[in-house]
């Protein structure tokens, strides 16, 4: 059985009416709890009938939606986009590639390549910056070698200690 729609007008009988109203009211307030509900939306409703009774509904505090409406609207005509400095943005952008590229740059030189524009004294600089960091990749790997040296030791004297032990069983069960 198909419902059937019925024109939009103002229903002339006064029950019918307030039937309606009544029915269509409690709809609506159901629909706000659910939007409410659903959505985690701040609801509020306010209905007058046609006598003038007042019927709400609010997800929360009337006052509180009301006030916050009240504080949306007034700024409303007052709103500007939010402004972003974009020259900063822009500056602290260009200031950062800048930097990339300069790091990019001396570590091709670091690795021998694009030495063409430096000067002797860049060049004596740039000598003794991989001087001292080849002096310290030496330095940690003679220090990994002597701990790997000191390591093998400790497990060449547990091994022979344990040669000792294992001969000194052997004599002992031969006896």
């Not at 003679?142 to 000194?168: C, G, M, P, V, Y």
């Amino acid at each position: 059985m198909v419902r059937e729609r019925r024109e939009i007008k103002r229903i002339e009988s006064a029950a019918a009416r307030q039937v309606t109203f009544s029915k269509r009211r409690r709809g609506l307030f159901k629909k706000a709890e659910e939007l409410s509900v659903l959505c985690d939306a701040d609801v509020a409703l306010i209905v007058f009938s046609s006598t003038g009774k007042l019927s709400q509904f609010a997800s929360s505090s009337m006052n509180e939606i009301i006030a916050k409406y009240n504080t949306h609207s007034k700024n409303l005509g007052k709103e500007e986009p939010p402004s972003l400095d974009l020259n900063l943005e822009h500056s602290k952008y260009a200031n950062l590639n800048e930097q990339l590229a300069e790091a990019s740059l001396r570590l091709r030189q670091m690795r021998g390549e694009e030495l063409e524009g430096l000067s002797v004294e860049e060049l004596q600089q740039l000598e003794k910056n991989l001087e001292a960091g080849l002096h310290r990749v030496l330095q940690t790997k003679d220090q990994q070698f002597l701990e790997q040296i000191s390591e093998l030791q400790r497990k060449s004297s547990q091994l022979a200690e344990e040669n000792t032990q294992l001969r000194n069983q052997v004599v002992t069960a031969l006896l």
